[in-house]
């Protein structure tokens, strides 16, 4: 991961609602082996949004690489 911004999810704090998967348009997360999200493309991570954060994670499960 060479980006400087992207998703990093909590595995502890995420439930595994995959809402932030179904939730985001440009593929940068899907449910992991574990059931939970992962990160799976970074690099498509658009900088500064937000909105797998503010508009899908109820459970304050995802933070972002390159956040001050």
């Known amino acids: 991961m060479s980006k400087d ?3 990093i999810i909590d595995k502890e704090k995420c439930t595994g ?3 932030c998967v179904e ?5 940068i997360l899907a449910e992991g082996e574990d059931g939970k999200a992962e990160v799976v493309n970074p690099d498509a991570c658009v900088t500064f949004c ?3 954060q503010k508009g899908a994670c ?3 499960a995802i933070s972002y690489f390159g956040e001050k």
């Open 5 to 7: 911004w992207y998703s």
């Open 17 to 19: 609602c995959l809402k």
């Open 23 to 27: 939730f985001c348009p440009h593929g």
């Open 50 to 52: 937000r909105g797998c």
């Open 58 to 60: 109820d459970f304050g």
